[in-house]
């Protein structure tokens, strides 16, 4: 399998080699040559295998510079009961007829982000390990990344994590357990800004091609195809869940700032699985919905990025969407880098509206995309656990709320639950009157004492901080 760049790089690479890069050398973002297909027979074969299996047998797919042992080996090691508490490892649950949570929060940091994550530090540890080599992860994030990041690299051999995260802008919750930690090789850095900005700081030190090679940095936000590719295996996990044969379509409703987690819905869509529509659910920070409503992609500036109570869904630049875009233009790498490159560049938007591309991007791709509020969160928060004793967090309420928009009879809805509701404690208690249920490990943890430098959105001054903090 060879790994292509969105702005049309003449590189063609394997999956070891973007593993440890992130970006593309033209600032793209890596995608496989073409989507491996899956038919009735192999999903019949899948249905029922465990979780470990199935990732197995997707990462197969994409993956063929490690050993299939070896590959089988990561999988079960990463996708166990001890790690995320249940054999069915992401469980689905019945709201009400047709309406489904599927449960992602289950692993070590409360959040779907484990999901990929887990299996992203031991991809690493596997791959440096048999080069020799050392890697230094830099990511940005606007809540559950940089935990995720952090919980599933700590220890690890020859792997350091340099995690910026927006100053002020994360809960208390979120924040604790990132700047809590205290292991040598996990450093954690407050931007002044917001997570548009630390995002911004990471693609330019990977831009920054020298810089890049010297201190060999890598990715674990999205932009890393290895995040996105273990994603898609709980899409198939879901639908299996859901269904009883493999000709029944569903539609996923997904809780969606950077575009990460839903692009990996539209790989699994572009693969074969049978998949109707993918709900991209917005909080007030809307950029996606009005570009899957009127075609016009606009990012927001620092101050138009609404602070909100679904805080990781506050972001302006949708990363991953720049791999939606370059798939609905024909995979057109020099139209895609004259969008995400040169008009965002100067412009700050770009518009698709009379692309024919776009007007069938809803039928083709099966997008629609609908928004919900702080009162909507408290309203959804509120009818879930009265209805159906169940408590949501906020950015999963986002996604009830709007899949409810989209529900069809006789086509199961799986919204994707993307957190516990304790990382956002004080709108559950604003919404319920009481605080939710905090598992047993982390209590006391915003007490704990913190280690955390406080940076200028400056990225410069993070490659000095890296620098320095580099053997």
Known sequence: MQYISTRGHADRKRFCEILLEGLAPDGGLYLPEQYPQVDA???RKWRGLSYAELAFEVLSLYVDDIPAADLKGICNKTYTEAVFGTKTIVPLKKLEDGLYLEALSNGPTLAFKDMAMQLLGNLFEYELARRGEELNILG???GDTGSAAEYAMRGKKGVRVFMTSPNGRM???QQAQMFSLQDENIHNIAVEGVFDDCQDIVKAVSNDLAFKRQYKIGTVNSINWARLMAQVVYYF?????ATKSDTEKVDFTVPSGNFGNVC????ARMMGLPIGKLVVATNENDVLDEFFRTGVYRVRGSADTHETSSPSMDISKASNFERFVFDMLGRDGAKTK?????QLGSQGRFDLSAEAAFKSAAQRYGFVSGKSTHADRLATIRDTHKRFGTTIDTHTADG???AREHLQAGVPMIVLETALPIKFAATIEEALGHVPERPAKFEGIEALPKRVKLLPADAAVIKRYIADHVD
């Open 41 to 43: 027979a192999t999903l």
């Open 140 to 142: 940005a994030t606007s």
């Open 171 to 173: 809960s208390p919750f």
């Open 237 to 241: 996990a879901g639908y299996f869940q």
């Open 264 to 267: 990996a819905g539209h790989v």
């Open 338 to 342: 004259a969008l995400f490159h040169d």
């Open 400 to 402: 009830v709320k709007v």
